[in-house]
Structure formats: C-alpha cells, structure tokens
C-alpha cells in the first residue's frame, strides 16, 4: 500500500541554518504531495502541497519540489526561525488510498535562538 | 475561512464511562470528515471516514461499537468513545473535506484535537 518515510527527529538546529527535512514516498499512480506543521498546543495546519511531477510548493519561506524520478517530497528552508519549532508532517493523497491522506512519522523541529 | 472546531479540547473521564467529542466545520459545508489517533511523538493514525447520512467506514483493527462515529449533517460530525479505558486516551483529531469542487478534493482542514485522559 501507499505510504511516506520521513526522516527521524528531533532536529535541533540553530536560528538562520538551512534545513532540509527528507520525505520519501511509496504510491500507485501520481499522488499529490503535502507538508503539515503541527506547532505546539495546535492542531495540524496545511504547510505546502504539489500535486505532479516537478511542481515546487512553498509557504512561508519553506519549498519543497515534487520529485517523481527519486519518489521525494524534501522540505527546505534557507534560514529558520525560532518560530518554526514544530512537528513536520509529509503526506500524500492519492486515487490508490481513495484520497485518504497518509501521514509520515513526522520530525520535530526545535530552533535555538 | 476553512475553519474546523473541535469540543472539547481536552476532557478527563473515569474508566467505564463513555465520551462524545464534537467537530464542526464553521464557514463551510463538509461531506467527508475523518477521525485521526494521535499518541505521543507519532504520527496520526486514520480510525475512520464519516460520510453525512451514512455509516462511517472504520479502518482495520478499529472497534465500531466502542469508537462510535455518527455524521448528522454537513457541518456537524460526532465521535463517541464508549466504555473508556485507560489504553484509550490519546489526542484524536477530525479533518474535514470540503464538497466536491470546493476548492479540490484532496484538501483537508483539521481540527485542533482533543486530549482524551481516561482514569
């Protein structure tokens, strides 16, 4: 079945590194792509999505490109913020999951000042 | 706009008794909602999908008597988590998918969750 591998946590880095956040995926056909934020305390919130091949999506200063050829859904930000500390989620949904969304194992984030 | 509610958000019950949580999509009409379990530092586990005016369909290894799930209307989903017990707190989640064409299908809004302690 489908399903998303993303890299273990927890991340620490420090205020202004770059960060990359690897996604992997596993899917029948062409899924849509996405990235959700969990800040603490709140409930999921949509980062960015893609939904085909070499589609780049990005939201506040975040991008990730839609890489059918490597299966990888990566998240990068050129300088993180203190307020970026949150739990990433990568997800896909597609027609084989009967557009249920399925979640990675998610990456804690934590940002020093 | 796309904003989903959850009551409570957070509830504290004593073993044997039973819970209902509430999810409401406030600015939009929403055919499908989902039900997530999340435990701590994992990620969130789908129970089950709720059609309005139909039965949910549970995912494998999901108890329907005891995760009771009823969709009344096109704003409203309920999940009520029957005979509690310790092993079921966790934090559960509800997504809506907004009607067809409004804007794409595969587009979910979460709520913020409620943390479920069971004595």
């Known amino acids: 079945g489908d399903s998303v591998t993303q890299m273990e946590g927890p991340v620490t880095l420090s205020e202004e590194a770059f960060l990359t956040i690897n996604c992997t995926y596993t899917?029948?056909?062409?899924?849509?792509l996405f990235w959700y934020v969990q800040y603490p305390g709140e409930g999921l919130q949509l980062l960015l999505k893609?939904?085909?091949?070499?589609d780049k999506g990005s939201n506040k200063g975040f991008e990730a490109t839609y890489r059918k050829e490597t299966t990888s859904f990566h998240l990068e930000k050129g300088s993180v913020q203190v307020s970026d500390s949150a739990v990433y989620f990568c997800?896909?949904?597609?027609?084989?999951?009967?557009?249920?969304?399925?979640f990675g194992s998610g990456t804690r984030l934590s940002i020093r000042p | 706009g796309a904003v989903v509610s959850q009551h409570p958000s957070w509830v504290i019950c004593k073993s044997g008794t039973s819970v209902k949580i509430e999810c409401r999509s406030l600015?939009?009409?929403?055919?499908?909602m989902f039900w997530y379990r999340q435990f701590p530092k994992q990620s969130l586990m789908l129970m089950a999908t709720?059609?309005?005016?139909?039965?949910?369909?549970?995912e494998q290894g999901v108890e329907k008597d005891k995760f009771l799930i009823n969709h009344a209307s096109l704003t409203l989903s309920t999940l009520t988590v029957t005979s509690a017990h310790p092993e079921d707190s966790s934090f559960y989640i509800c997504?809506?998918?907004?009607?067809?064409?409004?804007?794409?299908?595969?587009?979910?809004?979460f709520g913020p969750g409620t943390r479920l302690t069971v004595l």
């Open positions: 997504s809506a998918r907004p009607a067809q064409g409004v804007p794409s299908t595969d587009t979910q809004y």
């Open positions: 899917a029948t056909g062409y899924p849509s």
């Open positions: 893609a939904t085909k091949a070499d």
């Open positions: 997800a896909l949904s597609s027609y084989s999951s009967a557009s249920k969304i399925i």
């Open positions: 600015d939009f009409q929403a055919t499908t």
């Open positions: 709720s059609n309005e005016g139909s039965k949910a369909t549970y």
